[in-house]
């Protein structure tokens, strides 16, 4: 019996939509306010699910203090409070939602508990991003 | 197709104990779940169900009739009830997220008039919840 197993996680951080492949001038047009200078800020929640078989012996697709774990270790202690743009992962890319998605995506095939399905972000109440890889489908589809 | 969502809350106590393991062995992988004095959540349940609208009443399902299923097979059954002690199917089952999503499943498979069953969600905390399609 397969379970999709769904846990979300929340961090702060701060960044700024900008490009070197523009000038400041388009990066002002593309990006509008989220191009200020001096950057701005979301509370992001990071919703993790994973599928597999349910162990007879846990009840448990993977175990929560596990995953709980690595996400302590790999996403909260790596992204909270900080500045996404001054993160490696962002040195060559813009810190989008989008590519923050992926990013966090890579982190967590990195969990070897359960499979991987899909990352959900959501920057703010009004906007959320999906990455489940490559074959990413429809939200509600899964 | 259309995919209509029904949801139901429900308040239980469980722990998670395997008996074929020793006090130590549940204690390290169930951590504080494992206090044989039980604990509890504010559970919500979401039903998903998918069917043809009816040309003359619009509906997939009727929601009176859908909620009173809910209400039999699974409020009325598991709401304020300690789900180890009182509840059949986790007597020998352990009561967590997951299992408690496969449990409704079967205990709703079937029994929703002129629709089908698509998807249990069973969220324990706003931030913790499993997702079941039968599989």
């Excluded at chain 1, 700024?16 to 400041?24: F, G």
């Excluded at chain 1, 047009?29 to 990071?46: D, L, R």
């Excluded at chain 1, 995953?67 to 909270?80: G, P």
């Excluded at chain 2, 069917?51 to 619009?58: E, M, Y």
Aim: hydrophobic share 35%.
């Amino acid at each position: 019996m397969k379970v999709h197993l769904s846990r979300r996680y929340h961090f702060s951080a701060s960044h700024r939509l900008h490009t070197e492949a523009y000038d400041s001038a388009k990066n002002q047009a593309v990006f509008g306010k989220c191009n200020n200078p001096h950057g701005h800020g979301h509370n992001y929640t990071v919703q993790v699910t994973l599928s597999g078989q349910v162990d007879p012996a846990t009840g448990m697709v993977c175990n929560l203090a596990e995953l709980d774990a690595f996400a302590q270790t790999n996403l909260i202690d790596r992204f909270d409070h900080t500045n996404l743009n001054r993160l490696d992962c962002f040195a060559n890319k813009v810190s989008t939602t989008e590519n923050l998605s992926i990013e966090i995506y890579r982190i967590f095939q990195g969990f070897t508990g359960a499979h991987l399905e899909r990352i959900h972000i959501e920057e703010t109440s009004n906007n959320s991003f999906d990455y489940a890889g490559e074959a990413t489908s429809a939200p509600g589809t899964i | 197709m259309i995919l209509l969502t029904r949801k139901a809350e429900f308040s239980s106590a469980h722990y998670y104990w395997n008996d074929a393991w020793s006090p130590e062995e549940n204690l390290r992988v169930f951590g504080k779940c494992a206090n044989r004095n039980g604990h509890g959540h504010n559970y919500t349940l979401e039903v998903t169900v998918t069917g043809v609208v009816d040309p003359t009443s619009g509906f997939v399902v009727d929601l009176k009739e859908l909620k009173d299923v809910l209400e039999r097979e699974v409020v009325g059954v598991y709401d304020h009830r300690h789900l180890n002690l009182e509840v059949p199917e986790f007597r020998s089952t352990i009561p967590t997220t997951e299992n408690i999503t496969i449990a409704i499943w079967r205990r709703l498979e079937g029994k929703i008039p002129h629709a089908k069953l698509h998807r249990v969600r069973v969220y324990e905390v706003p931030d913790l919840f499993a997702d079941y399609y039968g599989e």
